[in-house]
């Protein structure tokens, strides 16, 4: 009776809350008595769900005075919502799949979108959509399925809702090279995952890459409807040919090395505030195109001359000069981001050691205050277990480990810096302050345990997520990007930096099963209790020991400086580099903030 | 670093700052007050549109844009609202509410009695389903319609205002008087069990 009733207060919070809940298997569950009261708690369920879907959804419909006539309403599964935009080669709309009860948008090819070509073209453009449609990157938008119906090719993926770059330009004028980084990084490897996939996106531009609501740039758009557009003059002269690579105009096939181009040339738009051409007709752009856009530090010689030359060689004419992969390029660019900040002055990279542990001391003191509950809960609930886990932790033969047969997965990851209607993303070594709200999003292919750690710069360790009195718990489900530390009560919450001096350093640990030693150390909390304050448990050195015997160690790059004796436990970690595919056992990560007094 | 509610929750856009209770604004509407009056649209107008967008038929939208139908409906009642008895809490929430289902039902039997694309009339048994009917089914948006139709205004208004204009807690705790936003949650929990007994007694 009483897990009936908690039962059925936990789906009328998650109604309310818009939490999603599966109701198959809660009905298949559910006693014949109670199946009445589920069923109708679903019915309100997917109320709720679609209200919140017209609520979240922009302006009201647009009115269909016009053309309302050949407007369909409803298209297999999906409920057409309002029409977002019509290309040369597809009509787009907001839709609503009715059995999954989510909000897609949905891409509506001409009939003659295909080239003419009738079956066949139409049967390559849905081979080519089922590949796209197996590709899973936070920054390339998510195809959901494909198909054909009366002859039009329809594509319905997830709606991504955020500003394009387009617009970002030209509502703020050029942008930093630091923004201009992330874009890169982002779109880069979102276009390197399209390519491992044997795919070509054909339509990478400034209109096509959306900055969504947690400040990742997000390629959109997929293709299809741009393959014909993008591999013949004449349809070329109907689509958008600003970002073509030369080599199109001469009717050349659309490579990787034109995606590059054209990634190269959306990067020279934001840098520079404007299109490199400025063409009133195909013939002047086709000329222009010809000879090449200027160098870029020619526009803007601000610009780190590192980056510059990176984007002027994804421009070049010959396809030959360019980046060789996408994945190569973004590498580059990687590596460009920390140049950039170790040369920086003032930055970490240029301080010396000497000055860094000189000044510990002092940092030690404003992190304790900082997390001051946590250090006096740990002292009371049990200093003493907490050694003997230690040392439990420390003798813990390396089997404890999770088995390395389990299958591999793909693991992303990334810090939020959080504003009240923005987030952006934080790469290592980045700067925060007091007050800054932090979130860590994080997706995996597979049902995993997430463990962020934080260490102090007194080398103590303590474990931010997960933590009893919040609603997200590990294991986190598969394929479903989370923000931690996620709700509490409903309440969404972040990690507020509180103090300002030195660094702030996190250890990120994905793991396909729990992981004993952090386990241990986490029972010792007391139980979720409404109104108690955030307790964090500690761990030990040897937890971290363990960890990174389980999650490998990747080796120190050439020359690089030893460890001193009172080096952070983290630094052997690799640095958080966002998203890894194929990962077999336990993923750990360490990302480092900047946090200087002002 | 802590773990916290951010130290601020600034209120959304949508509904201007600081939150006035309905009635409180209602009241100064009343009163006259045009500041207020403006303020009751702000909050409602854009939602409102939204909502009744998943009630009009597709077909039913080409004489009169939802935007203006709603838009005409809040400023008509907020006009007449010196001729309007509102009971207790929630009931001018329930009243708009109502007085634009009823503008889009006239509004779907006059698309359906006007000339087809032959000239002869469409029936008004043959009404083309609007987007929510097409989302949830017809059968169940009736039983929904029915089981609210036996809550008392208070629950209707936080069903209303959370469910279906999406308000959050917090907005709702400032809108409708209560204490705190755990009183809201719980009070809507509430209110949801009620309808969906309702709404289960019906199948």
């Known amino acids: ?244 690579a030369p080599e199109l105009f001469a009717g050349a096939a659309a490579s990787e090395r034109s995606d590059i181009y054209a990634l190269g040339l959306t990067l020279w738009f934001a840098l520079a505030g404007r299109h490199p051409f400025e063409a009133d007709s195909l013939a002047k752009l086709m000329a222009q195109s010809g000879q090449g856009p200027a160098r870029l530090r020619e526009v803007r010689s601000e610009i780190p001359e590192e980056i510059a030359a990176l984007v002027d060689r994804a421009v070049a004419r010959r396809p030959e000069d360019r980046p060789a992969s996408a994945a190569r390029f973004v590498e580059t660019l990687e590596s460009c981001a920390t140049g950039a900040r170790a040369a920086a002055p003032g930055s970490p990279g240029s301080r010396g050691a000497t000055r860094r542990s000189a000044r510990g001391a002092a940092l030690a003191a404003l992190l304790a205050i900082a997390i001051a509950t946590a250090a006096i809960v740990t002292l009371r609930n049990g200093r003493d277990d907490s050694a003997a886990n230690r040392a439990r932790v420390a003798n813990a033969p390396a089997t404890a480990a999770p088995a390395p047969a389990a299958p591999a997965y793909d693991v992303e990851a990334a810090f939020l810096k959080r504003d009240d209607d923005a987030a952006a993303r934080l790469l290592n070594g980045d700067r925060v302050s007091p007050g800054d709200r932090l979130s860590l999003e994080v997706r995996a292919t597979r049902a995993a345990w997430v463990y962020v750690l934080n260490e102090d710069d007194r080398g103590e360790h303590y474990i931010l997520f997960p933590q009893p009195r919040f609603d997200t718990k590990n294991p986190i489900p598969a394929d479903r990007t989370l923000l931690l530390p996620g709700t509490i009560d409903g309440l969404e919450n972040a990690w507020t930096v509180t103090s300002a001096g030195g660094r702030e350093h996190f250890l990120i640990v994905v793991s396909p099963e729990p992981l004993p030693e952090i386990e241990a150390d986490l029972g010792r909390l007391p139980a979720a209790e409404p109104g108690r304050p955030i307790e964090y448990a500690q761990v030990g050195a040897s937890t971290v020991e363990v960890l990174r015997g389980v999650g490998g160690v990747s080796p120190l790059p050439a020359g690089a400086a030893q460890p001193a004796a009172r080096s952070r436990a983290f630094d052997r970690f690799r640095a958080l580099a966002g998203r890894e595919t194929g990962v077999s056992g336990v993923w750990t990560r360490q990302i480092v903030f900047e946090n200087p007094r002002p | 670093m802590r773990a916290g509610p951010p130290p601020q929750e600034p209120p959304p856009p949508a509904v201007p700052a600081p939150l006035l209770a309905t009635t409180e604004l209602l009241r100064l509407a009343k009163d006259g007050d045009a500041h207020a009056r403006e303020q009751l649209m702000a909050r409602y107008l854009p939602r409102l549109r939204r909502w009744a967008a998943g009630r009009l038929p597709m077909r039913a939208r080409s004489l009169l844009d939802t935007a203006d139908l709603v838009q005409e409906t809040l400023i008509a009642v907020l006009e007449g609202f010196d001729r309007i008895e509102v009971r207790g809490p929630g009931g001018f929430q329930a009243y708009v509410r109502q007085t634009v289902l009823n503008r889009i039902k006239d509004q779907v039997r006059w698309s359906a009695r006007r000339p087809g694309p032959d000239g002869v009339p469409e029936t008004i048994d043959d009404p083309s389903p609007s987007p929510l009917e097409n989302a949830i089914g017809a059968d169940v948006l009736a ?61």
Request: with cysteine.
């Open chain 1, 1 to 244: 009776m009483s897990d009936n009733h908690d039962r059925v207060e936990e789906l009328l919070k998650s109604i309310s809350d818009g939490n999603p809940v599966d109701w198959d298997s809660i009905t298949r569950d559910a006693s014949t008595g109670d199946r009445v009261r589920i069923a109708a708690l679903s019915e309100l369920s997917r109320i709720a769900a679609f209200s919140r879907s017209l609520q979240r959804g922009g302006e009201p419909f647009a009115s269909p005075a016009a053309g309302s006539a050949a407007q369909p309403e409803r298209w297999g599964d999906l409920l057409l919502l309002e029409p977002l935009g019509s290309g040369a080669s597809a009509d787009v709309y907001r839709a609503w799949e009715i059995r999954l009860q989510r909000e897609v948008a949905l891409k509506l090819l001409r009939p003659d979108a295909a080239g003419n070509a009738g079956r066949d073209a139409d049967a390559a453009l849905l081979q080519e959509g089922r590949a796209a449609a197996r590709i899973r990157h936070p920054s390339v938008v998510t195809v959901h399925g494909i198909d054909s119906h009366d002859g039009r090719v329809e594509l319905w993926m997830d709606l991504v809702r955020g500003v394009t770059l387009e617009q970002i330009v030209h509502d703020r004028g050029p942008l930093t090279a630091d923004t201009a980084i992330r874009i890169g990084i982002d779109v880069g490897s979102a276009i390197a995952a399209v390519h491992g996939a044997g795919l070509l996106h054909r339509d990478v531009k400034p209109a096509n890459i959306v900055r969504d609501e947690r400040g990742r740039y997000v390629l959109t758009d997929f293709g299809l409807g741009c393959r014909t557009a993008a591999t013949s003059l004449a349809s070329a002269q109907s689509g958008t040919p600003m970002y073509m």
């Open chain 2, 143 to 203: 039983r929904y319609e029915r089981g609210l139709a036996r809550l008392n205004d208070s629950e209707r208004e936080l069903l209303h205002l959370r469910i279906e204009l999406d308000f959050d807690y917090e907005e709702i705790a400032g809108m409708t008087g209560k204490p705190s936003r755990d009183a809201v949650r719980v009070a809507i929990q509430r209110a949801l069990a009620r309808l969906a007994e309702e709404m289960g007694l019906e199948r």
